[in-house]
T-cell receptor, first 117, second 120 residues
Framework: AQSVAQPEDQVNVAEGNPLTVKCTYSVSGNPYLFWYVQYPNRGLQFLLKYITGDNLVKGSYGFEAEFNKSQTSFHLKKPSALVSDSALYFCAVRDTDFKAAGNKLTFGGGTRVLVKP | DTEVTQTPKHLVMGMTNKKSLKCEQHMGHRAMYWYKQKAKKPPELMFVYSYEKLSINESVPSRFSPECPNSSLLNLHLHALQPEDSALYLC???????????????????FGPGTRLTVT
């Protein structure tokens, strides 16, 4: 079975400081990993994904994520946070082992990011 | 255009009412999804359509009835709902949902803004 953990319910950071949102995963095969952001009363917006290749993935709005296979992690990062980055962030995983994944995307519990001016 | 639209934005219905939620995408995607999301929780998968056929039903109660009239449209028919069904209902689409080859599993899903449903 596939699973995702986001160990922090909330992350507080000052504007201009680096932002990190943590994500760890568990799959049977190799993972496809995704990050989504949700602003209040909105749907989820796709930020970036890891499929294969370079462990550092760059996405929308200046976000990037680092895939670490040995630590089974896919942490989201932004070098300099903005107040407008305040939102709910979801990590998601899909196992490349089709029999294990069943075509489903599994979401983490979400991390609320609050960027203070 | 990476837009998924949903109507209505808000819906209030009584427990004896029948209503429908609508979702539309014009990205040529062949997989479409319904999710239910409670406040501050991750989305919970309800149904998946692949090439206009129901592919996954996550044991959803029969008071929720999905329909995929064509490759661009996805409906969710609601009847005799309970107050605990109040939630944000999200529609999503992705390029494809193929079988054991696995290649389509890398496709990201694009979400609509959701319908905020309140059952009174």
């Amino acid at each position: 079975a596939q699973s995702v953990a986001q160990p922090e319910d909330q992350v507080n950071v000052a504007e201009g400081n680096p932002l990190t949102v943590k994500c760890t995963y568990s799959v049977s095969g190799n993972p496809y990993l995704f990050w989504y952001v949700q602003y209040p009363n909105r749907g989820l917006q796709f930020l970036l994904k890891y499929i294969t290749g370079d462990n550092l993935v760059k996405g929308s709005y200046g976000f990037e994520a680092e895939f670490n296979k040995s630590q089974t992690s896919f942490h989201l990062k932004k070098p300099s946070a903005l107040v407008s980055d305040s939102a709910l962030y979801f990590c998601a995983v899909r196992d490349t082992d089709f029999k294990a994944a069943g075509n489903k995307l599994t979401f983490g519990g979400g991390t609320r990011v609050l960027v203070k001016p | 255009d990476t837009e998924v639209t949903q109507t209505p934005k808000h819906l209030v219905m009584g427990m004896t009412n029948k209503k429908s939620l609508k979702c539309e995408q014009h990205m040529g995607h062949r997989a479409m999804y319904w999710y239910k999301q409670k406040a501050k929780k991750p989305p919970e998968l309800m149904f998946v359509y692949s090439y206009e056929k129901l592919s996954i039903n996550e044991s959803v109660p029969s008071r929720f009835s999905p329909e995929c009239p064509n490759s661009s449209l996805l409906n969710l028919h609601l009847h005799a709902l309970q107050p605990e069904d109040s939630a944000l209902y999200l529609c999503a689409s992705s390029q494809g949902l193929l079988g054991p080859s696995g290649s389509a599993l890398s496709y990201e899903q694009y979400f609509g803004p959701g319908t905020r449903l309140t059952v009174t």
